[in-house]
């Protein structure tokens, strides 16, 4: 069986590390990847194949325009190329970045079977591109791989038929649970002079936060009331830096006391300040993931989101209007939040590329 994976942006990375060394352990299994370019430079994609000693992959398509539209249309006629050399039995994509739902089309296109890993997520927000992507995503695939009940639930909604969809638990809680002594051992928090629990992490780079002038500033006033009380960390995605400087909002940034600023992270890096902080503010669907599991408390500056068990089982909280009360609510409730003991998500177990693994072969015999 040959199989094509698929990545293009950091979430990616992460999630294909467990599934490839999964694939690369079935001797009747090809398996290669395909990196679209969607995230390229040190930062954002090379130092993550080597913290997670994946191979060099077999082809680099290149993409390198910030154009959504653009980058769907140039993914499609490169990845074409592709598989109409290698011919695979499978395409495997993951999440919902513009590069997952451009490869599900080329392979639709072709006739080979897709597989989607995350599928059947649901913010109920389709104004979110990612959200398009998971809809169309789900609706070309073969086989659908769900991280939690509601996943299910949504796919029978719209009609998908049962046997296509398979409840596998998170590859991302696999390379957590993978990879979490190694960030340890790492300690980036006594690189950076912090002690456990000390500081709140914060990462924001979703483009309603951060796209327009009014919603950066807002962003600007989450960090500095938060900073009142504990410092902040706050490594700043290459999305959120260009727009700080576009805005002239770069010095202001600077200008508040008890706020680390960071360039963007490693996995491992990131890991382990995240395990360590008294709570993480993101914008992020997988940081929500990962805080459950790591039970750590979670703000969620997003009005909605995709992964409801984070609210439920976990540690996830949403905030859809930023003011300074509602965080110095927060802020002030931290204390009674601290480790919370919760009941985590069905088969977050660190084994679920596996269990892909061997749906995938089952499918192909049969």
């Not at 597989?115 to 992507?133: F, K, T």
């Not at 695939?141 to 638990?169: D, P, W, Y």
């Not at 690189?191 to 629990?197: E, V």
């Amino acid at each position: 069986m040959k199989i094509i994976n698929v990545v293009g942006a950091r979430p990616n990375f992460i999630k294909l590390a467990p599934l490839h060394r999964a694939f690369s352990s079935e001797a009747g299994v090809c398996s290669k990847i395909v990196h679209t370019g969607q995230h390229t430079g040190l930062s954002m994609s090379d130092v993550f194949f080597r913290q997670l000693a994946l191979p060099e992959p077999d082809y680099h398509l290149h993409i390198n325009t910030e154009s959504p539209t653009r980058q769907l249309a140039d993914i499609l006629v490169r990845f074409e190329q592709v598989l109409t050399e290698e011919q695979p039995d499978w395409v495997l994509v993951i999440g919902d970045v513009t590069s997952t739902l451009a490869c599900a089309l080329a392979a639709a296109q072709q006739g080979i079977r897709i597989a989607h890993v995350e599928a059947g997520l649901r913010s109920g927000d389709r104004q979110m591109p990612e959200e398009r992507n998971r809809i169309l995503t789900d609706a070309l695939s073969e086989r659908l791989f769900v991280t939690e009940q509601a996943g299910v639930q949504n796919l029978q909604r719209e009609g998908i038929s049962a046997h296509k969809v398979h409840l596998v638990g998170n590859v991302l809680i696999d390379a957590l649970v993978q990879y979490r002594s190694q960030a340890t051992e790492l300690n980036m928090i006594g690189r950076l002079g912090l002690s456990a629990q000390s500081y709140v992490l914060v990462t924001i780079h979703r483009p309603f936060n951060v796209d327009t002038e009014t919603s950066l500033r807002k962003v600007l006033e989450l960090i500095e009331t938060v900073a009142l009380q504990k410092t902040v960390i706050f490594p700043v995605h290459p999305r959120t830096q260009a727009n700080l400087l576009a805005f002239g909002l770069e010095g202001q940034l600077m200008d508040i006391p008890n706020v680390r600023v960071l360039e963007p992270l490693s996995y491992l890096e990131f890991l382990n300040l995240m395990e360590n902080a008294a709570a993480v503010i993101t914008d992020s669907g997988g940081v929500q993931e990962e805080t459950t599991y790591l039970q750590v408390p979670c703000l969620t500056v997003r009005p909605s989101t995709e992964r409801p068990v984070t609210l439920t089982l976990g540690t996830n909280q949403l905030i859809s209007e930023l003011s300074k009360d509602s965080i110095r609510q927060y802020m002030d409730a931290l204390p009674g939040q601290m480790r919370p003991q919760m009941t985590l998500p069905g088969l977050w177990d660190g084994r679920s590329a596996n269990r892909i693994v061997n749906i995938l072969l089952a499918a192909h015999y049969e």
